[in-house]
């Protein structure tokens, strides 16, 4: 059984409208309390305090429970993440199971692969961790965002550079196996139907692509 506060807690987010109540409430338990999910039974009802309600009324207002934890969880990554990047979506793992499989099938010792608008940097890094003689080369334009994307990519092997997509490469011109990107895709029309996670939090620059659907 959940304790008694973790399902008072999932009751709140579920009245604000989190899609993700229970899940949520058991994360950010977790979180406050240094433990993991699976340990929660570990942890006293007395020892709920003010500290894990502050995170429930943050989440109730609709804040990324990525932004509260400071963290995210991308295939076999943890990253961080918070105001100014864009966090990285499940369905987005897809995405870079689906370039795994295209690098391998070309049967190149060493691909030269380049990710577009890399922001947390999560696709760079997954490939570069589960592609190990894989050489990587990321971009980003926001400087907001690059905070970020240097704390994650510090230490690893991919190129990272600041700029524009369109030209930040112009030394790799003819050597590129496979180009990945996740780029701002939203049109303004549909700002209206956008969860407020992402309308709100996330940088407008990686998320919205203009008056239509980006191609």
């Known amino acids: 059984m959940l304790l008694a506060e973790v399902a008072q807690a999932t009751q709140r987010l579920a009245d604000a409208g989190v899609p993700s109540p229970r899940n949520d ?3 950010l338990a977790a979180f406050v309390h240094g433990v993991k ?3 929660l039974h570990s942890v006293k009802d007395v020892d709920f305090d003010a500290r894990y309600w502050e995170t429930i009324a943050r989440r109730e207002q609709r804040e990324p429970l990525q932004h509260i934890t ?3 969880f991308f295939r076999y990554l943890e990253l961080q993440v918070g105001p100014g990047v864009f966090v990285p979506r499940p369905e987005t793992e897809s995405v870079v199971g689906w370039a795994i499989d295209a690098v391998r099938a070309m049967d190149v010792v060493e ?3 380049v990710d577009l608008c890399t922001g947390s940097g999560a696709i760079a890094l ?3 961790q589960e592609v190990p003689r894989s050489r990587v080369h990321a971009v980003e334009l926001s400087e907001d ?3 970020w994307t240097r704390k994650n ?5 991919v190129d990272l550079r600041q700029g524009n997509a369109l ?3 112009p030394d790799l011109d003819g050597h590129v196996d496979l180009v990945i990107s996740n780029p701002p895709y939203i049109p303004l029309t549909e700002w209206e139907y956008v969860a407020p996670e992402a309308r709100d939090y996330d940088p407008e620059l990686a998320l919205f692509s203009g008056r239509t659907a980006s191609t």
């Open 126 to 128: 997954a490939l570069a």
């Open 111 to 113: 691909p030269l692969i």
């Open 37 to 39: 999910r699976g340990e």
């Open 25 to 27: 409430a058991e994360e």
């Open 70 to 72: 400071g963290r995210a």
């Open 167 to 169: 030209d930040a490469f």
């Open 153 to 157: 990519m510090e230490g690893s092997r």
């Open 145 to 147: 965002a690059l905070q």
